[in-house]
């Protein structure tokens, strides 16, 4: 049951319906526990397209705090999530009315992540189409 709303909010949200991917993502805020990185930056990228800023830029917070006490990701993972998080955080504090402190999020050389080391999964549900081999890379 869980899978299957996580999908769908990948999905709504693909497809630019935030108020459904919002809809799967508070059901699962039910079930799971321990919300990981993948989890809040969808929030946040959900939110940013609602236009809820605040919220937006919370997620991405999380994400970043997750990510620096985690080891489930290999160096190149970790850095691109964190570059995708900060992006986001930076776009919700420049078009909100948020307080701006950038310091919370890292100022990563994007063009040093080896996109070949990123699985698969993290470049599609997660695309940081900033990056200068962006184009290259066949996802």
Same mark, same amino acid.
């Not at 993502?25 to 929030?43: A, C, P, S, T």
């Given at each position: ?7 769908? +909010?990948? &999905?709504?949200?693909? *497809? /630019? *319906? ?25 929030? /946040? #990228?959900? =939110? ?7 919220? +937006?830029? *919370?997620? #991405? ?12 990701? =290999? *160096? ?6 964190? +570059?995708? +998080? ?5 776009? %919700?504090?420049? %078009? ?14 994007? %063009? ?8 698969? &999964? ?8 900033? &990056? ?8």
């Amino acid at each position: 049951m869980v899978s299957k709303h996580w999908i769908n +909010a990948l &999905h709504t949200s693909f *497809e /630019g *319906e935030y108020q459904k991917a919002l809809m799967h993502l508070d059901y699962l805020d039910k079930f799971l526990r321990e919300k990981d990185v993948e989890y809040h930056l969808l929030r /946040g #990228a959900v =939110n940013y397209g609602l236009n809820n800023d605040f919220k +937006a830029l *919370e997620s #991405a917070k999380n994400a970043i705090e997750i990510l620096k006490n985690t080891d489930r990701y =290999n *160096e190149d993972e970790k850095n691109y999530l964190l +570059a995708y +998080a900060s992006n986001l955080g930076k776009l %919700a504090l420049k %078009a909100g009315k948020v307080t701006k402190d950038l310091s919370a999020f890292p100022q990563i050389d994007i %063009a040093s992540v080896n996109l070949t080391n990123v699985r698969r &999964h993290l470049k599609k549900t997660h695309p940081l189409i900033n &990056h200068p081999d962006w184009n290259l890379q066949s996802i």
